[in-house]
């Protein structure tokens, strides 16, 4: 598949929106990854995100209160 310069800006910046159900989707899909074993590194390529915000959804998630000692 080829992108066009524009039509990839147009994906980038939807990827990038600070919508908070934008951002609790993306949340959820690097958190299902991680749980499938891929590292961090991973993650964060496959979603177009930095190892710094993976690595953060992932320590916020197991701090959570509730959360079952795994």
Known sequence: MILSPED?????????SKAPDVVQARMANALLLLSEGL???DVAGLLYLDEKTVAGWQAIF???PGRAAA
Do not use: N, S, T
């Not at 990839?8 to 990038?16: E, F």
């Open 8 to 16: 990839r800006d147009m994906l980038l910046k939807a990827l990038h």
């Open 39 to 41: 590292p961090v590194e």
């Open 62 to 64: 197991a701090r959570r």
